[in-house]
T-cell receptor, first 113, second 112 residues
């Protein structure tokens, strides 16, 4: 298996534009996590899916953020409209079951200018 | 909000020395995990310890868990320059809440 795949390593967008980050979890894993990492706030859990269903989205900072998991092999995190303070590294991770070992993608460094 | 908090924030040692990092958490857990992150990369799982375990070993890694104090420690013995990385503890929220949250990490620098 190729591991968790995030569609891009870097994204640059202008303030106010929509940006969509994409993730392919490891086949057979039933849990998927989206995290945001910054120097100031560390690694924040944004949302957690189990069997494609959002279980906990309490970490989603505001309504500008939304996440979907239409099937077991694909998830998106969308920011609309984007703001400079959204600049961070966004990680997707999957695990076989909830709180077992999580496998991380390489992360997408988002820069909003 | 973070469930776990690592201590110290940064640690610098010489190659061959042991490195100890600590993690404290707030609520009951099912298990606690330690991860490593090299600069610019994703996190890599190191070891998982269940709430009914007190100590676990994996190679040069030793993890302890004290659920009464809600704390864990990660010991890396005979450190190498290649161990230079950030180390994070991660916990679930206990019960059937399996969301995995991380502390802010300890930056370990091993000087050759």
């Amino acid at each position: 298996d190729a591991g968790v795949i995030q569609s891009s390593r870097h994204e640059v967008t202008e303030m106010g534009q929509e940006v969509t980050l994409r993730c392919k979890p490891i086949s057979g894993h039933n849990s998927l996590f989206w995290y945001r990492q910054t120097m100031m706030r560390g690694l924040e859990l944004l949302i957690y899916f189990n069997n494609n269903v959002p279980i906990d989205d309490s970490g989603m900072p505001e309504d500008r953020f939304s996440a979907k998991m239409p099937n077991a092999s694909f998830s998106t995190l969308k920011i609309q409209p984007s703001e400079p303070r959204d600049s961070a590294v966004y990680f997707c991770a999957s695990s076989l079951y909830g709180n077992t070992e999580a496998f991380f993608g390489q992360g997408t460094r988002l820069t909003v200018v | 909000s973070q469930q776990g908090e690592e201590d110290p924030q940064a640690l610098s040692i010489q190659e061959g020395e042991n490195a100890t990092m600590n993690c404290s958490y707030k609520t009951s857990i099912n298990n606690l995990q330690w991860y490593r992150q090299n600069s610019g990369r994703g996190l890599v799982h190191l070891i998982l310890i269940r709430s009914n375990e007190r100590e676990k070993h994996s190679g040069r890694l030793r993890v302890t868990l004290d659920t009464s104090k809600k704390s864990s420690s990660l010991l890396i013995t005979a450190s190498r320059a290649a161990d230079t990385a950030s180390y994070f503890c991660a916990t679930d929220a206990g019960g059937s809440n399996y969301k995995l949250t991380f502390g802010k990490g300890t930056l370990l620098t091993v000087n050759p």
